[in-house]
T-cell receptor, first 112, second 112 residues
Framework: DGGITQSPKYLFRKEGQNVTLSCEQNLNHDAMYWYRQDPGQGLRLIYYSQIVNDFQKGDIAEGYSVSREKKESFPLTVTSAQKNPTAFYLC???????????FGEGSRLTVL | GQQVMQIPQYQHVQEGEDFTTYCNSSTTLSNIQWYKQRPGGHPVFLIQLVKSGEVKKQKRLTFQFGEAKKNSSLHITATQTTDVGTYFCAGLVPTGFQKLVFGTGTRLLVSP
């Protein structure tokens, strides 16, 4: 079945540690995105990539980094520079940059 | 920056009652998309509206895009318990690069 796979689903991290969230898609989509969702709030864009080996900062990129070495993969690293990293992280992809988003099931990160 | 606001933030209805959520943008949008997120789940695409004044229906759901392409609404007729979740609008803002801006969401609770 085609879709987007995020891992891990739940992650606990100590302060000061970097953590990498995985996102893989087999939909053959060019565009991929990372969003952050906090309770009671909408989705805020962290990074997006329209094509392999290219990515752009979204609205809240500080403290995060990404790479896009393969079309299928768009991992997100939450660095120790991110001051409030506890959140629900959603990866998405779309066939075109302006099209329908397909979301993964999300990764819930808790910093202890 | 661009903002997309939704009202109400939360609504609790009895099964069979109607429900409407409204989405308002500070700027004109290229298109608007609607997503539904079930509790504990990820957003799922419902529909995309592109034309000024466009109205689309999906069974009990009616979506409208305003004439000025700055507002939109989702109306559910005769709600069912399966309608429970948070409904997000997402507007495509025609800046130098087009950006999808998510609304704050409306959480719907339906009592049997």
């Amino acid at each position: 079945d085609g879709g987007i796979t995020q891992s891990p689903k739940y992650l606990f991290r100590k302060e000061g540690q970097n953590v990498t969230l995985s996102c893989e898609q087999n939909l053959n989509h060019d565009a991929m995105y990372w969003y952050r969702q906090d309770p009671g709030q909408g989705l805020r864009l962290i990074y997006y990539s329209q094509i392999v080996n290219d990515f752009q900062k979204g609205d809240i990129a500080e403290g995060y980094s990404v790479s896009r070495e393969k079309k299928e993969s768009f991992p997100l690293t939450v660095t120790s520079a991110q001051k409030n990293p506890t959140a629900f992280y959603l990866c998405a992809s779309s066939f075109t940059y302006t099209g329908e988003l397909f979301f993964g099931e999300g990764s819930r990160l808790t910093v202890l | 920056g661009q903002q997309v606001m939704q009202i109400p933030q939360y609504q609790h209805v009895q099964e069979g009652e109607d429900f409407t959520t409204y989405c308002n943008s500070s700027t004109t949008l290229s298109n608007i998309q609607w997503y539904k997120q079930r509790p504990g789940g990820h957003p799922v695409f419902l529909i995309q509206l592109v034309k000024s004044g466009e109205v689309k229906k999906q069974k009990r759901l009616t979506f409208q895009f305003g004439e000025a392409k700055k507002n939109s609404s989702l109306h559910i007729t005769a709600t069912q318990t399966t309608d429970v979740g948070t409904y997000f609008c997402a507007g495509l803002v025609p800046t130098g690069f087009q950006k999808l801006v998510f609304g704050t969401g409306t959480r719907l609770l339906v009592s049997p």
